[in-house]
């Protein structure tokens, strides 16, 4: 089982970004997104269920978009209008339970990140 995202990059303020997850090996109930800020916890960014909906962090909602292909076994995050405290390593998560859930712990699996760094 394996979690491989792509996408980060550098971008201006106010810029976009396009984040891929691809999993492969078994398919997930809810995929998630992460971010790692620079000496900072790992944090919840965005969550898709099976059905397709969403849930954000209120840092984020109205700016990042998560989807996903279940026929692709695919996650994405559209960031938008992105500031500079989105700077940090994003990391897709899954975990095989229905619930979604905020906590790092809940999540079994996991993608090796992807930077993405907000300058002006």
């Known amino acids: 089982v394996q979690l491989q995202a792509s996408g980060g990059g550098t971008v201006q303020i106010g810029g976009s970004l396009r984040l891929s997850c691809a999993a492969s090996g078994r398919t997930f109930n809810v995929m998630s997104w992460f971010r790692q800020a620079p000496g900072k916890e790992r944090e919840f960014v965005a969550a898709?269920?099976?059905?397709?909906?969403?849930t954000y962090s209120p840092s984020v909602k109205g700016r990042f978009t998560i989807s996903r292909d279940n026929a692709k076994n695919m996650v994405d995050l559209q960031m938008n209008s992105l500031k500079p405290e989105d700077t940090a390593v994003y990391y897709c998560a899954a975990r095989t339970q229905s619930v979604i859930r905020f906590d790092i712990r809940a999540y079994g699996y996991w993608g090796q990140g992807t930077l993405v760094t907000v300058s002006s």
């Open positions: 898709v269920a099976w059905s397709g909906a969403p």
